[in-house]
C-alpha cells in the first residue's frame, strides 16, 4: 500500500491499497473516534483496540482519514524539576525552559500555537455542529422516507377501493338495466288484471270494516245503557241501605240494654 503521512498542519492521512484484503489502520490513543471523518469508502470500518478494521477497500481508491489533533499538557519529571509539556497530537509545540538559554521552542512560536490552537478549538466546534446538522438531517430524511411509504400505501388503497366502487356501480346499472327490461316486456293484460284484483280486495276490506264499526256502535250503546241501569239501581236501593244499617244501630243498642239489665 502506499502511505501518505498526516502533515503537522491538519493535511489528512490518505492511504491507497494496491491489491484486495482487509485494512487495519492504528489510531493514536488521544485521537476522539467521534471525530474521525473517512473519504474514499462507501463501508464504514469498525472500530475496536486501538484500530481501524476495513474489511474489503477498493484497491487503487485512495482513502482519507480526517482527524483534529488534540491539544494536551502532560508532566515530564526531570532530576530536580517537573516540566510542563504542551502537545499537539503526539507532537511537542511547546514546554518550560526555566529561564535556560538556546531555547528550543521560541515564544513567537508559543503565540502562533496559541492561535492555532484556538482555529483548531473553534473548527472541532463547527464539526461537531455539523455532525448535529448532519443528524438531524439524516433523521428527517428518515421519517420522510417512512411517510412517503406510508402515503403509496395509501394511494394503492384508495385506488383499489376506486376500482372495487367502479364496479359495483356497473352491477348496479346492468341489473337496473335488466329490471327495466323485464317491466318494459310485462304484458298489459297482467297488469290489468292485477289491478282489479286489488281493486275487489280493497272493496272486500272496505266492507269488513264497515260492519266492525257497526258493530263497535252498537256495543258503544250497550254499553251506554247498562252504565244508566247501574246507575239508577245504586239509586234506588240508598234507602235500603239506610234502613239497614238504622236497624243494625236499633239491634246493638238492645243487646247493650240486655246485658246492662
Known amino acids: 500500500m502506499l502511505l501518505k503521512r498526516r502533515a503537522p498542519l491538519g493535511d489528512p492521512l490518505q492511504i491507497t491499497v494496491k491489491q484486495p484484503g482487509p485494512l487495519f489502520v492504528r489510531v493514536p490513543p488521544w485521537v476522539d473516534a467521534q471525530s474521525i471523518v473517512l473519504q474514499g469508502t462507501e463501508h464504514a470500518p469498525r ?20 482527524f483534529p489533533l488534540r491539544h494536551q499538557e502532560i508532566m515530564l519529571s526531570h532530576r530536580t524539576r517537573d516540566i510542563r509539556v504542551r502537545l499537539r497530537g503526539d507532537e511537542v509545540v511547546a514546554m518550560d525552559n526555566f529561564g535556560a538559554d538556546l531555547t528550543y521552542f521560541e515564544l513567537t512560536n508559543l503565540a502562533e500555537e496559541h492561535q492555532r490552537v484556538r482555529v483548531l478549538r473553534e473548527r472541532e466546534q463547527t464539526l461537531r455542529e455539523l455532525r448535529t446538522v448532519e443528524q438531524g438531517a439524516a433523521h428527517e430524511l428518515q421519517e420522510a422516507r417512512f411517510s412517503a411509504r406510508e402515503c403509496a400505501g395509501k394511494l394503492e388503497d384508495i385506488e383499489r377501493n376506486q376500482q372495487l366502487a367502479a364496479e359495483q356501480l356497473a352491477r348496479i346499472a346492468a341489473e337496473r338495466d335488466s329490471r327495466h327490461t323485464e317491466i318494459e316486456a310485462s304484458a298489459d293484460e297482467r297488469s290489468r ?21 257497526d258493530a263497535l256502535a252498537g256495543a258503544a250503546g250497550e254499553l251506554k245503557q247498562i252504565e244508566e241501569l247501574r246507575l239508577r239501581t245504586e239509586h234506588e236501593s240508598a234507602p235500603v ?6 236497624l243494625r244501630l236499633a239491634v246493638q243498642a238492645a243487646e247493650l240494654a240486655a246485658s246492662a239489665a
Open 47 to 66: 472500530f475496536g483496540n486501538g484500530y481501524l478494521f476495513f474489511a474489503s477497500p477498493q484497491p487503487h481508491q485512495p482513502i482519507s482519514i480526517v
Open 193 to 213: 288484471d292485477a289491478l282489479h284484483a286489488a281493486l275487489e280486495l280493497r272493496n272486500t276490506r272496505e266492507a269488513a270494516l264497515a260492519a266492525c264499526r
Open 241 to 246: 241501605r239506610n234502613r239497614v244499617a238504622e
